[in-house]
């Protein structure tokens, strides 16, 4: 009796995702999560009306402008931390051998 031996793909390569690509993802949810925080400030500024989707207008009257600031930056920590997990098991991971 052979057995065969484990080939099951590591989750990094299970989700079709590189690691760099969630990286990619965390560096454009914090560069959205800087351009509301500057648009914000600029509109609490001068003062007027501001189109807003309804749920970051919810955020925006419930906890002010981090409120609004904060959910992009929390997205774009946990998409650099999966990537840089996924760097670094993929580094642990033997070569396949052909």
């Known amino acids: 009796m052979s057995q065969t031996p484990n080939t099951t793909p590591a989750v990094a390569e299970q989700d079709g995702w590189k690691w760099w690509y969630y990286i990619l ?37 419930t ?3 981090w409120g609004v600031v904060a ?4 997205l774009a920590v946990g998409c650099i931390l999966v990537g840089i997990s996924s760097y670094k098991s993929q580094k642990a991971a033997p070569p396949d051998s052909p």
């Open 25 to 61: 993802a965390g560096i454009g949810f914090a560069g959205g999560a800087i351009y509301e925080y500057v648009d914000l400030t600029k509109f609490e500024m001068e003062g007027g009306t501001r189109r807003m989707h309804k749920i970051l207008a919810l955020a925006y009257e």
């Open 63 to 65: 906890v002010g402008k």
């Open 71 to 74: 959910i992009p930056l929390i």
